[in-house]
């Protein structure tokens, strides 16, 4: 709940949660354990610490720049499967006025119905993981006019095979963005993520600098880097939420194409 939250939350408000909170409180630790800890005592730790602190802190590095390299991937993936999408509908579209008749009229409003209702339903769905029952109708009103078309010729052949592998790339990156709207990132990550985070900065706590500030200003900026990552991870896990998130442009503009087309047709 809490994540959904990050991810669906305004970037300020986000960056506030977790980037500023979660600094300052850990900012705060060195400042609490000294008062509890001699620094002479904590001087003790330096040296093993040290050693322990630098593998902990490469492997946790190399795990936080994997999930963020990979969640980006898949955000790129989910912006390029809405771009071709709206690039094989527009194909359709365009083949449908080969195909004419009662056929070709049925699928242009299939595909426009289509659009419509994705552009209208889908998208707020998919914020909250979820889609939308009015876009698989309109689909399968699609692919059902287009089972009423029987080719007369060659030509008319063609014409119906590059139409259905069409429609089927408009199943196929429909389904991959709803498959990606949840997020990608699952909870056993996340749960290591997070406790990797403050184990890591937990350990800064075993240090002991003679400049209390400094040691807390080194503190600050390492949760400043470290929270940076997880909220870039959090803010684009769920491509289709958020602030960051794709857009459903590419489809607005096909729809602005197909009404600049409809009195030629």
Known sequence: ????????????????????????IAMAGPVLVRRRVSLDRLRLNNEVAGFTFATVGVLYAVLLG??????????????NAVAQEAAAVTTLYRLAEGIGGDSGTAIHNGLTRYIKV??????????????SHAVTQALKSAYSALMTFTPGD??????????????DVVTQTRRTRLVMAPGT?????????????VLTLGFTLFFGAENLRAQVMMTGILSFLIFAGLL???????????????RP??????LDDFSAAAPRD
């Not at 709940?1 to 977790?18: E, F, G, K, Q, V």
């Not at 060659?154 to 429609?167: K, N």
């Not at 870039?232 to 794709?246: E, L």
């Open 232 to 246: 870039i991870i959090t803010t684009i896990d769920h491509p289709f939420a958020g602030a960051v998130r794709v």
């Open 1 to 24: 709940m809490l994540l959904s939250l990050l991810a669906t939350a305004p970037a300020w408000l986000s960056s506030i949660l977790l980037i500023g909170a979660m600094t300052l």
């Open 154 to 167: 060659a030509r008319g052949a063609a014409l119906l095979a590059e139409a259905l592998h069409q429609l």
């Open 185 to 197: 990132v699952p909870r056993v990550l996340w749960f290591v993520l997070s406790g990797g985070a």
């Open 66 to 79: 994997f999930a963020v390299i990979t969640v980006w991937e898949k955000f790129d993936e989910a912006e």
């Open 249 to 254: 442009e590419a489809l607005s503009a096909v």
């Open 118 to 131: 994705a552009i209208a339903e889908e998208w707020p769905a998919m914020e909250q993981g979820k889609e």
